[in-house]
């Protein structure tokens, strides 16, 4: 597991919920055997109704923006974006959560400053069905859980964090 999708999987056990990481399922190629994918997380609750299947884009230096959506086609990272919400993908969520009925969720680096552009992106991202969730609100939610007093043997994460706002990288935040 990537870093991205450990700080993701921190966040989702911060709110309560299991986490299921690297959900594997087969992608059909033309003319070809197939290939192996996953789903980043696959997240729930006790709650059959709070369910989500959760890809991670750790792409920090950039801003999504509706070019990035709707032009999947590309060969380039752009085509990824929804391959987690493709049938073959959804038919392997569908079989672990045991019902079809679960929110779709991209982690992106950040959403457009200007209002017109963000509204794009997120009525691109609704049309779909897909929630966007920014690593602001992630680290954020992190960050602040993360108390200087405390070892986090099992987090090398939190760990981490722990260590910036010892020596003062994080100060500026509350906990």
């Given at each position: 597991?990537?870093v991205n999708e450990?700080?993701l999987?921190?966040?989702?056990?911060?709110n309560?919920y299991?986490?299921?990481?690297?959900?594997?399922?087969?992608?059909k190629k033309?003319?070809g055997?197939g290939?192996?994918?996953?789903?980043d997380l696959a997240v729930?609750?006790?709650?059959?109704?709070?369910?989500a299947?959760v890809?991670?884009?750790?792409?920090?230096?950039e801003?999504?923006?509706k070019?990035?959506?709707t032009h999947?086609e590309?060969k380039?990272?752009?085509?990824r974006?929804?391959?987690?919400?493709?049938k073959?993908?959804?038919d392997?969520?569908?079989?672990?959560?045991?019902t079809?009925?679960?929110?779709r969720?991209?982690v992106?680096?950040r959403?457009?400053?200007k209002a017109?552009s963000r509204?794009?992106?997120?009525?691109?991202?609704?049309?779909?069905?897909?929630?966007p969730l920014?690593?602001?609100?992630?680290?954020?939610?992190v960050?602040?859980?993360t108390?200087?007093?405390l070892?986090?043997r099992?987090?090398?994460c939190q760990?981490?964090i722990?260590l910036?706002r010892?020596?003062?990288?994080?100060?500026?935040?509350?906990?």
């Amino acid at each position: 597991m990537d870093v991205n999708e450990d700080i993701l999987r921190l966040y989702f056990e911060l709110n309560g919920y299991m986490v299921h990481t690297n959900l594997k399922y087969r992608v059909k190629k033309p003319g070809g055997p197939g290939a192996e994918a996953d789903i980043d997380l696959a997240v729930y609750r006790r709650d059959p109704e709070d369910r989500a299947i959760v890809e991670v884009k750790g792409w920090h230096t950039e801003t999504i923006t509706k070019g990035y959506l709707t032009h999947p086609e590309k060969k380039d990272y752009r085509g990824r974006i929804f391959n987690f919400i493709q049938k073959p993908a959804l038919d392997a969520a569908t079989a672990f959560f045991g019902t079809d009925k679960f929110r779709r969720i991209l982690v992106i680096p950040r959403l457009p400053m200007k209002a017109a552009s963000r509204t794009a992106v997120e009525a691109e991202l609704s049309a779909r069905r897909v929630e966007p969730l920014t690593f602001t609100e992630v680290l954020q939610t992190v960050i602040k859980a993360t108390h200087p007093n405390l070892h986090y043997r099992d987090s090398e994460c939190q760990q981490t964090i722990r260590l910036l706002r010892i020596y003062g990288f994080l100060k500026d935040l509350r906990t």
